[in-house]
């Protein structure tokens, strides 16, 4: 039955192959052609009769008359309609709102979803995502089988009875058309509980009965489930659990450092990781180039995700130099070159409008338009999806000092990265000017403090299930201006880097405090 499936399923979703080539052969036409879309749909709004939409008639006028907003700015907003105003910045109704990780100010971010950034957007796109994949191996039984979907929690607002968010993954599948529901799995009660222990172990007993034959999830979490399943099995190798297994859909963090762990569990040739960009705001490209390889588009010598151009979205690029500044200029897709990273601004059919996501891409390709994530706009870690940055942190330190009389001169941090035994954490090299009265209490209320003021961090703390503690380690004075001045970046206008998202820097100062360690004994 499966391989007289096979056939026609893979005819099925190659059809749709035409609508990829359109906007791939017909970029300039495609972003022009929603750009128009969205400032008709949106001109009677509250937002569009503010900022004039029935007179822009080009991209010149739009960015004249719309400036760049981000989160701060559109917050007002975003709070009217999750008070229960419509007609604010989008003219249909919005019930959703896909909850993601803070901002200086607040814990959370509530981005409003609509039906159409749903279907025409997030929907369309995974639908493309898998056309890609047949167009990559017409012969797949991707299609036979289910995809595990490993997805968040929601809750009823509290601001609006009428209204729910979640993480996008469970605003996606708590209102995925019924054939959608079909070939996913786990059941919706277990995909959408709150608990996270309990769902991972609920998740493993369930899915281990199925026929699974594609994942897709954050490889923080995937790793979790995957641990489970071979304690609940004895296994070591998934495929002894799911032999039909051949995709792996990942996004959100950097591949990676999980590659090769995935490649251990998962030991197959005809086994294929396939990078999106999905974020709460829209789902924006997927690499379109697969192989038996593991490509991470994330990195120089992969090779790129393809730029989704015809979902319900206008994008902008802004050369890094134009950050901060009052008036910030942008460039249209027409206007971009290879090798130069630019921060992410979209108007989207989710009422978005110039709108700053923090994200920094740069170009792979220029036909078709493949990018590559290269960071943020601010300094970070983001290993397992906790997307903590220096302003987090900076927070959690001042608490940690004022608690126990700590001073810090200087500090850097980065991921510990999973292995197959333990999760992972976060270490700390701090550099104290007066050590705190008690290092253990200085751990435990720069922990507490990073939970309080970030959802994502908070939610991999959870009973340790995906992160472990902080591990804090105090180096000697003067250990940062050697460092600097042994990568000849002293002076005022070199800092150390407060966030990274790879050992890099870490390693570098800890050889260097192992070698003076050495030479102290001769």
């Not at 890609?132 to 979907?149: A, R």
């Not at 032999?243 to 762990?261: A, C, D, I, K």
Request: charged share 20%; glycine share 6%; with cysteine.
């Amino acid at each position: 039955m499966k391989k007289i499936l096979s056939p026609a399923l893979s005819q099925l979703a190659r059809l749709r192959w035409g609508r990829i080539e359109y906007f791939m052969n017909n970029p300039f036409e495609a972003q022009q052609q929603w750009l128009h879309e969205l400032l008709t749909a949106a001109q009677h709004t509250l937002f569009g009769r503010e900022y004039q939409f029935s007179r822009i008639h080009d991209v010149k006028q739009f960015k004249q008359q719309v400036p760049i907003h981000d989160y701060e700015s559109l917050k007002p907003y975003i709070f009217r309609i999750m008070e229960g105003e419509q007609n604010v910045l989008w003219h249909t109704p919005i019930k959703w709102f896909a909850k993601s990780s803070g901002t200086t100010s607040d814990k959370s971010k509530f981005i409003p979803v609509s039906s159409e950034s749903l279907h025409e957007c997030h929907y369309r796109a995974g639908r493309d995502v898998i056309s890609i994949y047949y167009k990559n191996f017409p012969e797949s039984d991707l299609l036979t089988g289910k995809g595990l979907v490993i997805g968040g929690s929601h809750q009823v607002n509290k601001l609006n009875e009428a209204s729910y968010y979640g993480d996008l993954s469970a605003v996606m599948l708590q209102n995925m058309p019924f054939y959608g529901q079909l070939i996913r799995t786990p059941d919706l009660s277990i995909a959408l509980m709150d608990e996270w222990e309990e769902k991972i172990n609920r998740m493993a007993y369930t899915t281990i009965q199925e026929n699974v034959t594609s994942i897709a999830g954050v490889p923080t979490w995937t790793m979790v489930l995957i641990k489970k399943i071979f304690e609940i099995t004895g296994t070591q190798n998934l495929l002894d659990v799911w032999p039909n297994l051949e995709l792996y859909m990942h996004g959100g963090v950097s591949f990676t450092p999980y590659r090769t762990q995935f490649q251990q569990l998962i030991p197959s040739p005809h086994m294929h990781y396939l990078e999106t960009y999905n974020a709460s705001e829209g789902f924006f490209a997927a690499q379109d180039q697969l192989c038996n390889v593991s490509y991470d588009a994330s990195t120089e010598t992969g090779p790129g995700m393809l730029l989704f151009l015809n979902h319900g979205i206008y994008y902008e690029f802004m050369p890094m130099e134009e950050l901060g500044k009052n008036n910030p200029q942008t460039l249209s897709l027409q206007e971009v070159e290879i090798g130069q990273s630019y921060a992410l601004v979209i108007s989207t059919n989710g009422g978005l409008w110039r709108y700053l996501i923090g994200d920094t891409i740069e170009f792979v390709t220029l036909q078709p338009f493949r990018i590559r994530v290269t960071g943020r706009t601010k300094s970070f870690i983001n290993a397992f999806g906790e997307e903590v940055v220096v302003e987090n942190a900076d927070r959690a330190i001042a608490e940690a000092c004022k608690h126990t009389g700590a001073q810090v001169s200087d500090y850097t941090a980065a991921p510990l990265f999973f292995d197959q035994q333990s999760v992972g954490a976060h270490e700390w090299l701090i550099e104290f000017e007066i050590p705190p009265d008690s290092l253990s209490r200085f751990t435990e209320i720069l922990d507490r403090t990073l939970q309080s003021i970030n959802s994502d961090y908070e939610a991999k703390r959870y009973k340790n299930m995906a992160l472990h503690p902080p591990v804090i380690v105090p180096v000697p004075r003067g250990t940062f201006h050697q460092w600097l001045k042994l990568k000849r970046k002293l002076g005022g206008q070199h800092k150390v880097p407060r966030l990274n998202n790879n050992r890099e820097m870490i390693e570098e100062i800890k050889s260097l405090l192992h070698k003076q360690t050495d030479e102290s004994r001769f």
